[in-house]
């Protein structure tokens, strides 16, 4: 099986909320996600996609995904795209760094792979860890008590485990931890995510201020020293995010017991098989993680289910559904949330087909 032509298209994806706000007053009203397509010479198509949280949340952004497999696309061209290990080399070779422009092309060959064994992503990853996976629903920032309300409220359509966007003003955010255990139950998760917006003195006036509410503390600071030096001084269970960017980050926060648990996500680290090769590590070593992506729709939704259903139970502290976040919706046979749970497919790759003619024309053809 050859590469014989890459296509992707910009989506336009409206929130159902209207606006999705984070740390230091960073908002986003429509997200803008790049689809790929990878068609092969047996006529076989693989789906990926990419959706970076605006420009000002990772060193990623929507016209730099489309750039960036403009570069290095021409390079995959005449490939097999069911060897993802030569596949993923000739990438770093071509375009050094950039690992979110790599994820949709690595995501598309994933689904090529399964869609050539006969088998879904989720098998060829290892395999299902029980019927489904239990869900996290992101609060986006207001003030406190509206926060707890969405809580509430998501809690009523069968979501156990939630995220709170803070990092905004000291008193707030305590404010903002404090409302929501009133409204849960027994059993619930609740985390505190600042996105890097408090610096060292207010990470720890928030810290001591809910030490004894049942929260977990999710990358408090923008550094990663700034974040251990937190975690050294607060009991709370404590997640690392946007700088656990690649393995080589991941095995270091690990020798120095700077977290509990890590936030693995797609896009961030270079695509599905750099994500399970995090995976695999963390589940080696006794790392729990929450299993996502910087955004998306569809296809990140299903790519995300494969990865979550094949991590045992243990090890899942959440997983995502970005696709029950928009309003847009370009696959019909997509996974969708039951009661706060979710499942990967069990067609052949990621078992979703984008129907080409919501998508429009391609914004590149290679
Ligand atoms: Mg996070």
């Not at 590469?3 to 298209?9: E, K």
């Not at 810290?207 to 509410?213: G, I, N, T």
């Not at 999710?218 to 937190?230: F, V």
């Not at 080589?248 to 926060?253: A, I, K, L, Q, Y």
């Amino acid at each position: 099986m050859r590469i014989t032509s890459i296509r992707a298209w910009g989506v336009e994806l409206p929130l159902r909320e209207g606006r999705y706000s984070w740390s230091n007053d960073n908002f986003v009203d429509l997200f803008d996600s790049t689809v790929v397509a990878v068609d092969t010479d047996v006529g076989l198509t693989g789906w990926g996609e990419v959706c970076p949280l605006g420009p000002a949340y990772l060193p990623a952004y929507a016209n730099g995904a489309r750039a960036g497999i403009r570069e290095i696309g021409p390079a995959l061209i005449g490939l097999d795209p069911r060897e993802l290990g030569r596949l993923n080399a000739v990438m770093d070779q071509t375009l050094k760094g950039h690992p979110y422009v790599k994820s949709p092309l690595d995501m598309a060959c994933w689904d090529l792979l399964g869609k050539s064994a006969g088998l879904p992503v989720a098998t060829l990853l290892g395999g299902r860890h029980g019927e489904d996976f239990a869900l996290y629903r992101a609060i986006s920032q207001e003030a406190p008590e509206a926060m707890a309300a969405r809580v509430g409220a998501y809690r009523a359509e069968g979501y156990r485990k939630f995220q709170l966007k803070v990092g905004g003003e000291v008193e707030a955010d305590i404010a903002r931890i404090k409302a929501c255990p009133k409204v849960l139950e027994p059993g619930d998760i609740l985390v505190a995510d600042a996105n890097t917006g408090w610096t060292m003195h207010e990470a720890a006036r928030v810290c001591d201020a809910v030490r004894e509410v049942d929260v977990y503390i999710e990358q408090p600071c923008a550094s990663y020293d700034a974040c251990l030096t937190i975690r050294r001084r607060t009991p709370r269970p404590f997640v690392l995010d946007e700088v656990m960017d690649s393995l080589d980050m991941v095995v270091r926060g690990l020798a120095d017991g700077a977290m509990d648990a890590i936030n693995l996500k797609i896009g961030k680290v270079g695509g599905l098989t750099r994500a399970r090769q995090i995976r695999d590590f963390c589940v080696s070593t006794g790392l729990a993680m929450t299993i996502e992506d910087s955004w998306g729709g569809d296809i990140v939704t299903a790519a995300i289910a494969h990865l979550a259903h094949s991590t045992p139970e243990e090890f899942r502290l959440s997983a995502t559904d970005f696709n029950s976040y928009v309003t847009r919706s370009i696959a019909p046979d997509a996974p969708r949330r039951i009661a706060g749970r979710l499942a990967a497919g069990s067609a052949p790759g990621l078992g979703v087909s984008p129907d080409v003619d919501l998508l429009g024309e391609p914004v590149i053809r290679l």
